[in-house]
């Protein structure tokens, strides 16, 4: 099992952007798959972005898709989610989530076992 940190969140105004990282410990980093979920206030915790243990195909939401992009350093235990052309909108909690090899639904707070603490994102218009 993996323990998950987020780290990067902050205030932007409207078209910045920000880095978030998510730090794993433990072991076999590179046998999860990895997601980012976010959640507005008085809002559902909602996907936003995964990527497989084995690097291959990403997927996004298409409320960020064209302006988000997943990625991951097996080196580093890490998985990070550049965010530009950020939007009032895009204001929320952001999780990054894991399990162990394939999601049975990655599109799903329930397709991800272990969750970090989350690190919240404001966006200024």
């Known amino acids: 099992q993996v323990q998950l940190v987020e780290s990067g969140g902050g205030l932007v105004q409207a078209g910045g952007s920000l880095r978030l990282s998510c730090a794993a410990s433990?072991?076999?980093?590179?046998?999860?798959?990895m997601a980012w979920f976010r959640q507005a206030p008085g809002k559902e915790r909602e996907f936003g972005a995964t990527?497989?243990?084995?690097?291959?195909?990403?997927y996004y939401a298409d409320s960020v898709k064209g302006r988000f992009t997943i990625s991951r350093d097996n080196a580093k235990n890490t998985v990070y989610l550049q965010m530009n052309s950020l939007k009032p909108e895009d204001t929320a909690v952001y999780y990054c989530?894991?399990?162990?090899?394939?999601?049975?639904?990655?599109?799903?707070?329930?397709?991800?076992?272990?969750w970090g603490q989350g690190t919240q994102v404001t966006v200024s218009s």
């Open positions: 433990g072991r076999a980093f590179s046998m999860y798959s």
């Open positions: 989530a894991a399990v162990k090899l394939y999601s049975r639904n990655m599109y799903s707070t329930s397709g991800y076992d272990t």
């Open positions: 990527i497989p243990w084995n690097g291959g195909m990403t």
